[in-house]
């Protein structure tokens, strides 16, 4: 079974129940977008840019008030993990952002470019969906113990609080 720790030292699960909301809402209406409808496709690029927006200030919220002060925590107690070095490194929030935001000059093209801009939005979509989820687990997976090995109770009741009170203010 999974190792459990109480909610309120539990950095990762309440943004993440906000992150896989977002995933979903943007896969059904994706799934029930019809490019070639001029009001569906702004209507689909507008919630786009939201949704990576805050996916956008998760990572920095994280970076800030997370994995900085794991870093620094392993680094004083001379312990190398190149995971927590790396964990925001290669994903692909910028790229998603432009491609979302390159959509809007689509708009009065011919239907069938906006059919072409469509089909490589979904593929897009599918691919960064399958490593986000994935990437989401493995914070809850293995950065969350280490937290929980690394700092006493009451230092990530502080963390927690200071990561929900910042993802409220977005
Ligand atoms: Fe919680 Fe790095 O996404």
Same mark, same amino acid.
């Given at each position: =079974?999974?190792?459990?720790?109480?909610?309120?030292? !539990?950095?990762?699960?309440?943004?993440?129940?906000?992150?896989?909301? @977002?995933?979903?809402?943007?896969? !059904?209406?994706?799934?029930?977008? #019809?490019? +070639?409808?001029?009001?569906?496709?702004?209507?689909?690029?507008?919630? $786009?840019?939201?949704?990576?927006?805050?996916?956008?200030?998760?990572? *920095?919220?994280?970076?800030?008030?997370?994995?900085?002060?794991?870093? *620094?925590? $392993?680094? +004083?107690?001379?312990?190398? #993990?190149?995971?927590?070095? #790396?964990?925001?490194?290669? #994903?692909? $929030?910028?790229? =998603?952002?432009?491609?979302?935001? !390159?959509?809007?000059?689509? =708009?009065?093209?011919? *239907? &069938?470019?906006? @059919?072409?801009?469509?089909?490589? @939005?979904?593929?897009?979509?599918? /691919?960064?969906?399958?490593?986000?989820?994935?990437?989401?687990?493995?914070?809850?997976?293995?950065?969350?113990? =280490?937290?929980?090995?690394?700092?006493?109770?009451? /230092? $990530?009741? &502080?963390?927690?609080? /200071?990561?929900?009170? *910042?993802? @409220?203010?977005?």
């Amino acid at each position: =079974m999974a190792p459990t720790w109480p909610e309120e030292v !539990d950095v990762f699960s309440v943004p993440h129940s906000r992150m896989k909301e @977002l995933v979903q809402g943007y896969l !059904d209406q994706m799934t029930a977008t #019809n490019f +070639s409808n001029v009001i569906h496709l702004t209507t689909l690029l507008e919630n $786009l840019c939201n949704a990576f927006q805050e996916f956008k200030i998760h990572e *920095q919220i994280e970076n800030k008030y997370i994995l900085c002060r794991l870093r *620094q925590k $392993l680094r +004083s107690l001379s312990i190398r #993990n190149s995971a927590v070095c #790396n964990c925001h490194s290669d #994903n692909r $929030l910028s790229e =998603m952002l432009e491609l979302v935001k !390159d959509g809007f000059q689509w =708009m009065w093209r011919p *239907q &069938a470019e906006r @059919l072409h801009y469509g089909f490589k @939005l979904r593929r897009a979509l599918e /691919e960064f969906t399958g490593s986000f989820i994935p990437h989401m687990e493995e914070e809850e997976a293995i950065f969350q113990p =280490m937290l929980i090995e690394y700092f006493s109770y009451d /230092e $990530l009741k &502080a963390i927690k609080a /200071e990561v929900i009170k *910042q993802h @409220l203010r977005k």
